[in-house]
T-cell receptor, first 110, second 116 residues
Framework: GIQVEQSPPDLILQEGANSTLRCNFSDSVNNLQWFHQNPWGQLINLFY???GTKQNGRLSATTVATERYSLLYISSSQTTDSGVYFC????????????FGKGTKLSVIP | EAGVVQSPRYKIIEKKQPVAFWCNPISGHNTLYWYLQNLGQGPELLIR????????DSQLPKDRFSAERLKGVDSTLKIQPAELGDSAVYLC??????????????FGPGTRLTVL
């Protein structure tokens, strides 16, 4: 099946700093989603981005489908950004299941 | 608009006991998914429903796990009997349809199961 690798596995930032999270995947995809899992375990949808670039406030994402990677940018980080960021892909072929990476654990310190 | 609703949020049981989890998807979403999330890992699919039909249950351990989605709306996931290794978070998700164009998935808060 499709492989999803996220980097870095852990990231510690000072409040106000910027960061880039990366997601590499091993095959072409029909669906790519970025999630933020907050400390209470809720998976929050950030972006649905199988290709192209999207922005939502301080967050933006870019997926280069032909090169099989996606990037999540966080600018001016806040303590509330802490948690685990997951990239998940659906390779189609009738499956429609999301295959998740292992996540990037982000800690934003004041 | 209400999101995906799950209950209970937490459940503690002794091994060999049965347990059931309930999920109500977002209104109008035809596709429903159950995922299992172990500590420190991403969620993994257990079963996918299109309306009331289970169309992908290849990763559901059928010796002890069962699921149903009567009337194509709410769904229940059951474990009988539970084992220590079943301790995890059980997540329900839904999407408009299980097609390429309508497959953005939205997750509920999960049920955290502890088996003693």
């Amino acid at each position: 099946g499709i492989q999803v690798e996220q980097s870095p596995p852990d990231l510690i930032l000072q409040e106000g700093a910027n960061s880039t999270l990366r997601c590499n995947f091993s095959d072409s995809v029909n669906n790519l989603q970025w999630f933020h899992q907050n400390p209470w375990g809720q998976l929050i949808n950030l972006f649905y981005i199988p290709s192209g670039t999207k922005q939502n406030g301080r967050l933006s994402a870019t997926t280069v489908a032909t090169e099989r990677y996606s990037l999540l940018y966080i600018s001016s980080s806040q303590t509330t950004d802490s948690g685990v960021y997951f990239c998940a892909v659906d390779s189609g072929a009738g499956s429609y299941q999301l295959t998740f990476g292992k996540g990037t654990k982000l800690s934003v310190i004041p | 608009e209400a999101g995906v609703v799950q209950s209970p949020r937490y459940k503690i049981i002794e091994k060999k006991q049965p347990v059931a989890f309930w999920c109500n998807p977002i209104s109008g979403h035809n596709t429903l998914y159950w995922y299992l999330q172990n500590l420190g890992q991403g969620p993994e699919l257990l079963i996918r429903y299109e309306n009331e039909e289970a169309v992908d249950d290849s990763q559901l351990p059928k010796d002890r796990f069962s699921a149903e989605r009567l009337k194509g709306v709410d769904s229940t996931l059951k474990i009988q009997p539970a084992e220590l290794g079943d301790s995890a978070v059980y997540l329900c998700a839904s999407s408009l349809a299980g097609t390429t164009l309508d497959n953005e998935q939205f997750f509920g808060p999960g049920t955290r199961l502890t088996v003693l």
